[in-house]
């Protein structure tokens, strides 16, 4: 096979592939427990890959991460698909089919695992296609194949033309139908998609009451600093950071949403949407961080939540004394866990409806959340909330507990630099600002240290309250530090009086540690 054939036959292959997956689309779309193979096998991926590599994936992402597996996937996909197509066009059609069972395998085991038997539809589907389209192009290629073999030998100067035209009329046939392949495949994923139910219309639909117990205007005075590059008080919705196991966002409606809450309680209860709206409602400012999160990291928010107190839904239920773990179960089958002793304690976690004056953004967790001041979000912020389960420690392990992170995740004091950043350019009078958290303890002092020399205490902005971050400021005369290169390092002491720890340590097992710091260059 020419230079031109082998190209072919690559294409051939990433093509037959892109048609699997629009095919497997569609076909998940009839059902919401069935996924696309690119979907199952990332699900598969967050599970079993090691935490050391997901930590790697934050890192180098951030929230990010789920479309970057995604990539990852479709482009090992890819390369996989052209060797296929490579090997079916160029070596053996038996060996191809063999290598295109095997991609279909591999779907359908990672789907299984998830959705039952039933879940493997869409793979199946999606291969038997690919394997039809792969095989019309090798038996074209078989044609074109016999047709020159029928040639006399030596080949005489006529008969190179007979097969150069064979030759083209073979990849111009099969070319059309390899366009037409890949047009069906942008389609077939397209329709797959607009067929899926999205709770978007649903939430439109949504009015939320007015709080029984307000929090304060959205920013009250004093509390924020007018620095350029400072993190805002109150984080917007559509840059609120988003770190989950959920590659697919769940999509439930509002009007079909049912909250259980099971396990050794006196009573088991169960709340609709609408029962919930009908509670009394409050709103509280509270920052929320990733476990994570690095020093230094923006996987940190805070906004203005409105929910109905966790306490007063367990009361109604009557928590057993033998319950020592709350459990919040999701869509999608996540769990956590954190201790009973952290909903009545006075840091007043809430069954989360709305966010920033909105309800909750579908990748948020619409309809119905948890938000616990002072526990990281691993333990504690079950999204897309269903369940919410009296357990105990000894009996139950949470998702995360069973990867090898800690049972018990309180926040670490922590303190940022937003500005000036890394290896900026800077001189004569300098604002250094930024934020530092320690929920439920609040922030006392935030210090500053340039190289080698004294702390300096920073200016604070007016505290929200202990459950959120503080803003904080100091002014640095740059040209009196001299030219060239500076470090700027920052800690904070929290509401007890501990100061803000200066090891350096990674996220796993419960948060990572040390001051940030970083560095500016001096003109």
Known sequence: MPLTGRIFALIAGVVAAALALGVAELVASFSKGWTSPVTSVGNLVIDKVPNSVKELAISWFDENDKVALQIGIGVLLAIY????GWVMLRLSRAVGLVGIMLFGLVGAWAAQRDGGFGA???SIAGTAVAAALLVAVAELARRQAGATETEPKPVEPESLGMMGLARRDFIG???VTLAGSAAAAGGLYAAGQSRRYSAASSRADVVLPSAADAAPPRIPAGTSFDVEGITPLITPNDTFYRVDTAIDIPQIAADQYELKITGYVDEERSYSFDDLLARELVERDITITCVSNQVGGKLAGTATWLGTPLMSMLEEAGVQSKADQIIGRSDDDYACGFPVSAANDGREPLVVVGMNGEPLPLEHGFPVRLVVPG??????????LVELELGRFDEFDHYWLRRG???KAPIKTMSRIDTPRGLASVSGQVNIAGVAWAQTRGIDAVEVQVDDGPWRQAELANALNKNTWRQWRIEWDADKAGGGRHEIRVRATDGTGAIQTPDRVEPIPDGASG????????A
């Open 81 to 84: 698909a052209a060797i296929v």
């Open 120 to 122: 493997t539809v869409p």
């Open 173 to 175: 046939r099969s070319g």
């Open 375 to 384: 526990l990281y979000g691993y333990v504690s912020a079950t999204k897309w």
């Open 405 to 407: 992170w800690a049972q």
């Open 515 to 522: 001051h940030h710091q970083v560095v500016v260059l001096v």
